[in-house]
């Protein structure tokens, strides 16, 4: 029997930031999020697969919108139940008064807060729509050693 490559688990490897070619070395510069200034520093090439990450030019842009929209609702999928939203003068929990501000804000604080990771993310997923498992014709990602290029 031919031994099948072991294909690590894409949505593991993208919310762990590795390449979407070999899924084994990370694609960021820094692990972290911090320092914010060098957050969204990406190396030139994988060090493992040696494909070229950044090559393409929109970054995800837009993907970033649609995950950040995503996040406004389900912050009222939580919201809405247990405070209600409400535009008017009228009492109830947490005053009442216009509930929808207090929700707005809360939403906005929880998506700034989000908003390095969200960035890093929406790199992420436009990467590994464009780029497949192995994709790389430099090295053969079949095999866990360090293969020649071809």
């Known amino acids: 029997m031919p ?10 490897a993208m919310f762990t930031m590795k390449c979407p070619s070999c ?18 520093a990406m190396k030139e090439e994988c060090e493992v697969c040696g494909e070229i990450l950044k090559s393409e030019k929109n970054n995800g842009g837009g993907i970033n919108y649609a995950l950040t ?14 405070f209600g ?20 804000g ?5 998506v700034l807060l989000a908003q390095p990771y969200l960035m890093r993310l ?4 436009y990467l590994y729509l464009y780029i497949g498992f192995g994709h790389s014709k430099r090295v053969d990602t079949t095999s866990d050693s360090s293969a020649g290029k071809v």
Request: aromatic share 16%; glycine share 6%.
């Open 106 to 110: 809360i939403s906005t604080g929880i």
């Open 85 to 104: 939203l409400s535009y008017k003068d009228e009492p109830g929990v947490l005053g009442g008064a216009n509930s929808i501000f207090y929700y707005l």
């Open 3 to 12: 031994s099948e490559v072991n294909k690590p688990f894409a949505l593991t």
């Open 23 to 40: 899924r084994k070395s990370s694609v960021f510069v820094n692990r972290s999020i911090f320092p914010l200034d060098k957050c969204l």
């Open 69 to 82: 929209m995503i996040l406004f609702f389900l912050n009222l999928l939580w919201y809405w139940p247990v």
């Open 122 to 125: 929406s790199r992420m997923i």
